[in-house]
């Protein structure tokens, strides 16, 4: 008898979920649980490892005594994570040596100016791992753990450690210590993995001190976990896919050749540009990185990776400090309700300008204002900022990669705003397509998993429960398209700061 589900585990920053999704790629049911954020010191985020198994694994849990599901029930699960975040634990206890680093964490910059401050170096580890070398990634908070906690450098030496990301940290828990692997998309942004030659790379393991010993094994992004050991969940399913939430995101969004991209409109906007067999080295400062791939694909499949910082975060700053909309909802009819902006450009650089910009020192500005200036003009404008950047990235994007944009795959909460994704389709001249179940990282998860067992045949079946996806097509004329983007550059230009210029 075939089996009813897959289940997708979802680690996220603030929460863990736990979803079950059947063969039509529908989302039946969702478990969520926060679990606390450890903010030791200023510029420090830390994750308690166990907090993150807790909520994980009791959203597992839930989600199978609710629903009276049994191994005979579950075809396989599938696992994507927050990416970067730090996990060294002891192989003979399974109990962590600290907290976790998360990769919003700051603490170890200077680690990374340290060892990473000379040009020749920065480029070598660009060249290696597709990275800008940066606090972000997971090889100096290894360092950072290895020197800080006692004891921990010589227990490391001696081969007792194990390191993981998020996903690594699971999967030994889940199988009860059976498997101590990665996938290549998490092992991508650690700043340890060569994505070329698909291997850790030694002379980085030798830069920030890491051994060898205490590295995952890594394996395709759909491929054999092991099988559910832990007590205290469902024993017996396989475990068939990982990825981290981004290329997740991607695969979910059925982002499968080179062109396709995917944005998640979230606090920021995430955009992931399918490259296929060619890791493209940016000359924008946009990030090279591996993409999950189905099982059987030839070689490795690469994506090239951006981020705007204020997109979510903008809207709910109109609500909360501006007090312009009582729900960032209504920003869609308060946008249709005047015929353009009236000239007014908002630049969100609340925290400076990221890809292709990159003006740290940058803040956000308001242009344009008049006499006539109501705040439907304030509200568009902000809303067209984000489509503004989102654009520019895209266009950087196309240049490294030297492909067009041939769809635009979206999701996250700014998605469901209707002006936004029509002016976003008009701005980039691409079809923008928005499935009806916008929980594209779990579905990534899942349809790895599925894909890898069997469940779903292939990724054309998959593409194919999207039929129902909302499509926005381009349609503003050259004369306004041309003026619009004129007029944004100019704005953006006068936001900058005389170094960046």
Not at 270 to 281: E, K, Q, W
Request: net charge negative; proline share 5%; glycine share 10%.
């Amino acid at each position: 008898m075939r089996k009813a589900y897959v289940i997708a585990l979802d680690q996220g920053t603030t929460s863990s979920r736990a979803m079950l999704v059947d063969a039509l790629g529908r989302v039946v049911d969702t478990v969520q649980n926060p679990f606390p954020q450890l903010y030791p010191q200023p510029g420090w985020v830390e994750h308690d490892p166990l907090d993150i198994l807790s909520s994980q694994l009791g959203a597992l849990a839930e989600l199978t005594v609710s629903h009276g599901l049994g191994p005979g029930d579950i075809d396989s699960i599938g696992i994507t994570n927050q990416r970067e975040t730090t996990v060294v634990w002891n192989r003979e206890t399974g109990r962590p040596v600290g907290n976790a680093i998360v990769w919003q964490c700051r603490r170890t910059a200077p680690i990374v100016e340290e060892l990473c401050g000379d040009a020749a170096v920065a480029r070598r580890i660009a060249d290696t791992t597709g990275l800008v070398p940066d606090a972000y990634f997971s090889a100096s908070k290894i360092k950072w753990l290895l020197d800080h906690v006692p004891g921990a450098r010589v227990d490391a030496e001696a081969g007792k450690l194990a390191f993981g990301t998020v996903d690594s940290w699971l999967v030994w828990s889940l199988t009860n210590g059976q498997v101590h692997a990665t996938d290549v998309t998490n092992a991508s942004r650690t700043m340890l993995y060569d994505i070329h030659e698909m291997r850790w790379d030694p002379w980085l393991l030798d830069l920030f001190g890491v051994p060898a010993s205490m590295l995952p094994d890594v394996r395709p992004s759909s491929a054999d976990y092991g099988v559910t050991a832990n007590p205290g969940v469902v024993s017996g399913v396989p475990i068939r896919g990982v990825a981290g939430d981004q290329q997740a995101a991607l695969f979910g969004q059925c982002c499968f050749e080179a062109g396709q991209a995917k944005n998640t409109y979230g606090t920021g906007c995430f955009l992931l540009m399918h490259t296929g067999a060619d890791a493209c080295r940016s000359t924008h400062n946009l990030v090279t990185t591996i993409a999950a791939s189905a099982p059987g694909a030839e070689g490795s499949e690469y994506a090239l990776e951006g981020s705007v910082f204020m997109a979510g975060a903008l809207l709910q700053w109109l609500r909360d400090e501006l007090g312009l909309v009582d729900d960032v909802a209504d920003t869609c009819a308060i946008a249709r309700s005047v015929p353009d902006t009236g000239g007014v450009y908002v630049v969100p650089a609340f925290t400076g300008l990221g890809a292709p910009y990159w003006d740290a020192e940058a803040r956000g500005a308001i242009y344009g204002l008049t006499r006539g200036t109501n705040r439907a003009h304030v509200v568009r404008a902000a809303l067209e900022s984000l489509a503004y950047q989102v654009h520019d990235l895209a266009v950087a994007m196309e240049a490294d990669a030297g492909l067009p944009l041939k769809v635009l795959k979206v999701d996250g909460g700014a998605s469901a705003n209707d002006f936004l994704m029509q002016f976003q389709s008009d701005l980039l001249r691409t079809p923008l397509h928005r499935p009806q179940n916008t929980e594209t990282t779990a579905l990534g998860a899942a349809y790895l998993a599925g894909l890898g067992t069997g469940f779903w045949k292939d990724t054309g079946r998959l593409s194919d429960l999207r039929s129902s996806d909302t499509v926005y097509e381009p349609g503003m004329e050259d004369a306004r398209h041309a003026r619009l983007l004129e007029g944004w550059a100019e704005a953006v230009k006068r936001t900058m700061t005389t170094a960046a210029t």
